[in-house]
């Protein structure tokens, strides 16, 4: 067939996704045989395009979101290293910003990252006090090859609210939008190649919300063509958003408190179904509409929901402060779901900053009563073992946080001292294999230095943050 005519493929999918019909008549030399299988080709290619290419819209290489391209923990790319050598790793690039927890979002050649300016007022990070400061709130788009800041969009943002470093929300990368939502209720969708406004909200003046004493905290999610925000107020703890218009397409439940608990999506019984886990139930709700499916009480100490539910199989473990830890076991005739086991002062884990991983059975993750990183039977909540190695260091302390990412066999674990670690997570222990000091703690909390921002792994790349600079190391193996 070389030679016989020339089509480039991709100009072949184009003219089939936009309905073209091209005429194999006109295409030179073409035998019966060539239109037969032309035909074919054309057919192929337009499945392709219906089917394939909206799944490409984010690289395989990219950390568009909180926790990753799939909400799971897990990071795919090939050519990483498994073992973080001795010697160390390679700091590509430092860039400084100001404060906060967001974690960064990595999507094409961009990195997003928020933070907040501080020009007056005192802060304490007193769990019991809402610090009023006057500051400026910042989205932050930069180079990711060499960590340039490309541009900002800042507005002026008054707290008042405890821990008060700055934005909590890792950005939500979607196309040429990037959606952010600030410690008081900004969200923002703006374009990701200049930064201008596309359009926002402000959830205390739109929904009659209150801050929590926190902040607001739940990572916005996109499913489809909807933006999913927890927000609060009277009927609108959940609230649906079309992601390009801003427009709301409903809202729904009333609560205590809206919690931190970011928005998930699940399947069982054969139904998609949107989690909403606020300071007083853990509900399931229909993503198309908001009708609530089933709701349990689930009620954490001081409405700190932080954790995303996890779903493995079907079970659902649920975890907070003290000791609210649950396993629900999902209905597999219709949405629905019974407590299964409940932890207690020798059994469970308890998550608050970190949520926890799950793999072959065994929960992985780190325990706001003692500080340690446990692992415990999914099944019943016996604890296996406990390590504060990537935690606190040695000691019991509690809210000790490392935040969790598997890689293949291996598990990336970013420890509250500013380490990246490699270690093998398994029922019977916690080996680590390399370690590597990237930043400085900056923040403060219980008496000790502690850096709780979530990092984000990308084109071989681990990038994370303090409250001064954002840093980027290879994780590229040697060949």
């Given at each position: 067939m070389r030679g016989e005519w020339s089509y480039s493929s991709s100009e072949f999918i184009?003219?089939?996704?936009?309905?073209?019909?091209?005429?194999?008549?006109?295409?030179?030399?073409?035998?019966?045989?060539?239109?037969?299988?032309?035909t074919i080709c054309r057919v192929l290619n337009v499945l392709m395009a219906m089917y394939v290419l909206p799944a490409l819209v984010v690289s395989a290489?990219?950390?568009?979101?909180?926790?990753?391209?799939?909400?799971?923990?897990?990071?795919?790319?090939?050519?990483?290293l498994s073992v973080i050598p001795e010697q160390g790793l390679e700091v590509l690039w430092r860039t400084p910003i100001a404060g906060g927890y967001a974690g960064p979002a990595v999507a094409g050649d961009h990195v997003f990252v928020t933070d907040y300016v501080r020009k007056?007022?005192?802060?304490?990070?007193?769990?019991?006090?809402?610090?009023e400061l006057q500051g400026t709130e910042q989205v932050h788009c930069l180079n990711r090859t060499t960590?340039?800041?490309?541009?900002?969009?800042?507005?002026?943002?008054?707290?008042?609210?405890?821990?008060?470093?700055?934005?909590?929300?890792t950005p939500t990368v979607d196309g040429d939008r990037v959606y952010t939502l600030g410690a008081e209720g900004h969200l923002f969708c703006l374009n990701t190649n200049n930064g201008d406004v596309i359009w926002s909200k402000q959830f205390q003046k739109d929904y009659q919300a209150t801050a929590p004493i926190w902040g607001f905290c739940a990572h916005p999610l996109i499913d489809g063509d909807t933006l999913y925000c927890v927000v609060g107020g009277d009927g609108s703890v959940a609230v649906a958003f079309d992601k390009m218009t801003g427009e709301e397409k409903w809202r729904a439940l009333s609560a205590s408190e809206q919690g931190y608990c970011p928005p998930t999506i699940i399947e069982a019984a054969g139904v998609r179904q949107l989690l909403i886990w606020d300071a007083d139930n853990l509900s399931a709700l229909n993503p198309k509409t908001g009708e609530v499916l089933w709701s349990n009480p689930l009620k954490p100490a001081y409405g700190m929901s932080i954790a995303a539910p996890r779903k493995s199989g079907d079970l659902l473990f649920a975890s907070a402060i003290r000791n609210v830890g649950t396993v629900f076991q999902l209905n597999q005739e219709k949405p629905g779901a019974v407590e299964l086991w409940t932890g207690n002062a020798k059994s469970g884990v308890y998550s608050a900053n970190s949520t926890p991983v799950i793999t072959e059975g065994v929960i992985y993750g780190t325990d706001y009563n003692t500080g340690g990183l446990r692992a415990v039977d999914l099944q019943t909540g016996e604890i296996f073992w406990e390590s504060w190695k990537p935690t606190t260091g040695t000691?019991?302390?509690?809210?000790?946080?490392?935040?969790?990412?598997?890689h293949g066999k291996t598990y990336f674990l970013f420890s509250e001292t500013g380490d990246l670690i490699t270690a093998n997570l398994s029922k019977t222990e916690y080996q680590e294999t390399g370690r590597f000091h990237i930043l400085e703690p900056t923040g403060e909390a219980f008496g000790r230095s502690v850096v709780w921002t979530h990092p984000a792994f990308a084109n071989q790349c681990c990038y994370v943050r303090n409250d001064k600079e954002i840093v980027c190391v290879s994780l590229k193996a040697k060949d």
């Open positions: 184009k003219s089939s996704h936009q309905g073209d019909m091209f005429n194999v008549e006109n295409v030179t030399g073409c035998t019966n045989k060539v239109k037969t299988m032309f290489d990219d950390w568009p979101q909180w926790l990753g391209p799939n909400l799971d923990s897990n990071y795919r790319e090939e050519g990483v007056s007022g005192e802060a304490k990070n007193d769990p019991g006090i809402r610090n960590g340039k800041i490309l541009w900002t969009h800042s507005y002026d943002c008054p707290y008042k609210i405890s821990y008060p470093a700055g934005p909590r929300a000691r019991r302390s509690g809210h000790g946080t490392a935040f969790i990412v598997k």
